[in-house]
């Protein structure tokens, strides 16, 4: 197979592979980090000389993802695709790649307990991080940490596994590693950090202090649209680069990195590969939290609902595209602290983005997760517009929007396969209460994610029930049109 890849019609490693070194493990080999950390990885191998290489991880799921990787001498492809082109590339910094489960704990320990290992990185979604989203907080009753707590030398979540590896190095008299979060949750960096010192805490207070010391925790923004791989997307990448590889993804060709430069044992310069280093991530993250991920999960619930299966759909249709594009501009971006931006570029370049017609990015992948993204995407803007007393319509129709979907039954009356860690919670608001009104209060009393006061206040819970209402009577895209006429 490495054979093969190597002859594909891509841009192929042209750098020595035996060169790189491991110095990043990697946790959540999905398809967001083989299309984007990796991809700046192989840029700085292929033009600036950097051997700095990964050690691909999957913790909880993902072990045919490894196994491919493994099959083909850690190779594999990334298309990029836009209307008109779409370009590969055959990514090489992967030098090893394991699973917990298959490969087994001790060998994933082992790899972070090497001694040059200087960073640790985490794509792993956000319920992967065992946190309330509501409060940023580890929450020390969910059923892995718990777990792990009993049995800390064994643990299975994310937070149990880099904290392990840490006592194990500080045991060694090795230095520590940086602990980086490419996941889409606002101040990544300080919500990794509250979740691993937490638990450290718990574990034994001498190495929380030890971590608190010795371990960074920094913050980043990452941008590009990297769809869920299916068949339709593997058989495109054949046909491009004449190579089958299971392994392969396809993005879009936008992308987009920015880090907090806040590193205990060195990191690679990717700023010579786009990204901007600085010291503070935090406006850029909201910003794109809020325009970016914001109107992506209005859109996912709204045009789920309305039957368009594909974002780019949704940009086919003139409401849809104009209730986005307000939802960015009049009701997101002036919630946002960042400056230097020109934020009316920046969405236009988001409906561009969006209406990607080779992307396929479908409605139900980003309305997954729910509980675990309307807190950072919606009600922040929501709360504080409440504050400036100002119009939240477009927020209030995504909210009911969201809350309609996790009813579970669309407007034809097919079931919805609604996927969400809290899941059990929202099927119980749901079946003990009737449609309407009362299903609405129902589901704003699950406290992690809409916290304490939102549902206390009246004129948050008037326009959520209003645009549920006008849901239920008229329908996504009638709904949709109505509140768009308004911008
Ligand atoms: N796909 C995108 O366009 C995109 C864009 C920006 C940011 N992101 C971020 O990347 C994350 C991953 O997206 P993806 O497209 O790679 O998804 P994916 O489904 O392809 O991969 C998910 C990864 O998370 C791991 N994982 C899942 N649950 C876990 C848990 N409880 N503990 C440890 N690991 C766990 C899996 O092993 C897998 O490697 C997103 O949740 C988001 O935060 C994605």
């Known amino acids: 197979m490495e054979n093969q890849l190597l002859k594909a019609n891509a841009v192929v490693p042209a750098y020595d592979r035996q060169r790189l070194v491991p110095r990043i493990v990697h946790l959540g080999f999905g398809a967001f980090h083989r299309a984007h950390q990796s991809v700046y990885a192989d840029i700085l191998a292929t033009e600036h000389g950097s051997d700095w290489g990964y050690c691909e991880v999957n913790l909880i799921g993902g072990e045919q993802q490894i196994a491919d990787l493994k099959a083909q001498d850690n190779l594999y492809t990334v298309a990029e695709m836009s209307a008109d082109a779409w370009t590969a590339r055959v990514v090489g910094v992967a030098k090893r790649a394991l699973h917990a489960g298959v490969d087994g704990l001790e060998a994933v320990l082992a790899a972070m307990c090497e001694p040059q290992v200087a960073i640790v990185s985490l794509t792993i979604t956000e319920k992967g991080y065992c946190h309330s989203p509501a409060t940023g907080q580890l929450m020390l009753d969910h059923p892995f940490i718990a777990a792990d707590l009993q049995n800390p030398q064994q643990p299975k979540s994310a937070a149990g596994v880099i ?161 986005a594009h307000a939802l960015m501009l009049q009701e997101q971006a002036p919630t946002l602290k960042v400056k230097g931006v020109d934020l009316a570029h920046y969405a236009d370049l988001l409906i561009a983005r969006y209406s990607n017609p080779a992307l396929r990015h479908r409605t139900w992948q980003i309305a997954m997760d729910g509980s675990q993204k309307l807190p950072q995407r919606m009600l922040d803007s929501v709360r504080w517009h409440r504050v400036h007393q100002h119009a939240f319509d477009l927020l209030a129709l995504g909210v009911a929007g969201w809350m309609r979907y996790v ?31 009362a299903r609405v209060n129902a589901l704003l009393g699950i406290e992690a994610i809409f916290g304490t006061e939102l549902p206390k206040d009246a004129t948050f819970v008037e326009q959520v029930t209003r645009a549920y209402q006008a849901l239920l009577a008229n329908g996504a895209k009638a709904t949709v049109a109505q509140y768009a006429a308004k911008f």
């Open 407 to 437: 009813g579970g039954v669309d407007e034809q009356g097919n079931a919805i396969e609604v996927s969400d860690p809290l899941l059990a919670v929202i099927q119980q608001a749901v079946a003990g209460s009737a449609e309407g009104e």
């Open 163 to 323: 904290v392990e590896a840490l006592a194990r190095r500080k045991a060694k008299g090795l230095a520590a590693f940086t602990v980086m979060s490419c996941d889409n949750m606002p101040e990544n960096g300080h919500v990794t950090r509250n979740v691993i010192c937490a638990y450290a805490r718990a574990v034994n207070a001498e190495l929380a202090d030890w971590i608190d010391a010795n371990v960074t925790f920094p913050s980043t923004m990452v941008d590009r649209i990297v769809p869920a791989v299916t068949a339709d997307t593997l058989d495109k990448i054949e046909q491009l680069t004449g190579v089958r590889d299971p392994a392969g993804v396809a993005c879009e060709p936008f992308r987009q990195w920015v880090i907090e430069d806040n590193f205990v044992a060195g990191r690679p310069e990717w700023e010579k590969a786009g990204a901007e280093l600085v010291a503070d991530v935090v406006p850029f993250e909201e910003m794109k939290l809020r325009m970016l991920n914001g109107s992506h999960s209005f859109l996912a619930y709204l045009g789920y609902l309305a039957g368009y299966q594909h974002i780019n759909e949704c940009m086919e249709d003139d409401n849809y595209r104009r209730a």
